[in-house]
């Protein structure tokens, strides 16, 4: 019923910086969140950065990276600054969509991207 894809991830040099990138599409009504979550090897799923109706960022993201929300487009991106090997991990696009039922009344659930990689090595 809705759609996210993401795009940007890759790999890249400690110090570096890459985009990512994610647009929403499908029978969307209006999106309240979206932000962005990231998993490494062997741990759980985390917050990195949010848009709703305020910005949030992880204490071991912030001043490096960045969130930014096309609200017309219904896209999402995180500008990653000054990477570090910590910073490896599966990133993931997720959004709070108010869709229309069966019904015809709307409701909200929470879309998950498919994640893209994003490594920092040397």
């Known amino acids: 019923q809705v759609q996210l894809v993401e795009s940007g991830g890759g790999f890249v040099q400690p110090g570096g910086s890459l985009r990512l990138s994610c647009a929403a599409s499908g029978s969307i009504v209006s999106i309240n969140v979206m932000g962005w979550y990231r998993q490494a090897p062997g741990k759980q799923r985390e917050l990195v950065a949010t848009s709703g109706g305020r910005t949030g960022y992880a204490d071991s993201v912030k001043g490096r990276f960045t969130i930014s929300r096309d609200n017309a487009k219904n896209t999402v991106d995180l500008q990653m600054n000054s990477l570090k090997p910590a910073d490896t991990a599966v990133y993931y696009c997720?959004?709070?969509?108010?869709?229309?039922?069966?019904?015809?009344?709307?409701?909200?659930?929470?879309?998950w991207g498919q994640g893209t990689q994003v490594t920092v090595a040397s």
């Open positions: 997720q959004a709070d969509v108010l869709v229309r039922g069966i019904s015809g009344s709307p409701y909200e659930s929470r879309y």
